[in-house]
C-alpha cells in the first residue's frame, strides 16, 4: 500500500478523534474514489503514488470548481464548504515547484542526457521528458514544462 492511501487510513482515524467533521467526510469520499478506480476494469490494480497525486489534484479541481458555481449562484454557504474540502484535499498534495524550480529541473536532466549522448534534438524530446515528468509530475503544469524542454532543444 502506498504511503499516501496510508496516510488517507490513518487520518480518518484522527478526524474521528478529534471531531473534525469536514475533513472525516472529505477523507472518507476520497478513498473511496481511490477504491472505485483500484476496482474499475478487469482485473483490479493498486494506485501508485503518482496516480494517487493526480486523483486527488482532479478532486480538488472538482470541488474548486463547484464552489465556484455555487459562489456564482449566490450559495455562498456551499462554495465555503466545498473550498473547505479542497483545503483538505490539498494538504496531501506534494508542494507545488516554482517555475524557476522547474526550469532548474528540465536544464539538469536535459544536461545530464547531453552529457551521456550528445546534443539532443527536437526528435528526442520523449527520451527528455519521461525523466522530467518523473521528477516533477503533479507538481508543476505538464504543458507549462513540456514547453520548457522545447525552447531548450530548438
Same mark, same amino acid.
Given at each position: 500500500m502506498s504511503a499516501l492511501k496510508q496516510q488517507l487510513k490513518s487520518d480518518v482515524v484522527t478526524h474521528m478523534k478529534s471531531g473534525n467533521k469536514v475533513a472525516l467526510a472529505t477523507v $472518507?469520499?476520497?478513498? @473511496?474514489e481511490i477504491e472505485t478506480k483500484e476496482k474499475a476494469g478487469k482485473a483490479p490494480v493498486e494506485l501508485d503514488? *503518482?496516480? *494517487?497525486t493526480s486523483l486527488l489534484q482532479k478532486e480538488a =479541481?472538482? $470541488? $474548486? #470548481?463547484? =464552489?465556484?458555481?455555487? +459562489?456564482?449562484a449566490g450559495e455562498s454557504d $456551499?462554495? =465555503? =464548504? #466545498? *473550498?473547505? #474540502?479542497a483545503e483538505v484535499i490539498e494538504a496531501y498534495l506534494p508542494q507545488p515547484l516554482s517555475e524557476d524550480e522547474a526550469q532548474a529541473i528540465v536544464e539538469e536532466v536535459i544536461a545530464g542526457l547531453e552529457a551521456a +549522448? @550528445?546534443? *539532443?534534438t527536437m526528435r528526442q524530446m520523449g527520451q527528455a521528458m519521461k525523466p522530467i515528468t518523473a521528477r516533477i509530475a503533479g507538481r508543476f503544469d505538464g504543458k507549462a514544462v513540456s514547453d520548457m524542454v522545447r525552447k531548450h532543444l530548438a
Open positions: $472518507r469520499n476520497v478513498l @473511496g503514488e *503518482l496516480q *494517487l =479541481a472538482k $470541488r $474548486r #470548481e463547484t =464552489a465556484h458555481i455555487y +459562489d456564482e $456551499r462554495a =465555503a =464548504a #466545498e *473550498l473547505a #474540502e +549522448d @550528445g546534443p *539532443l
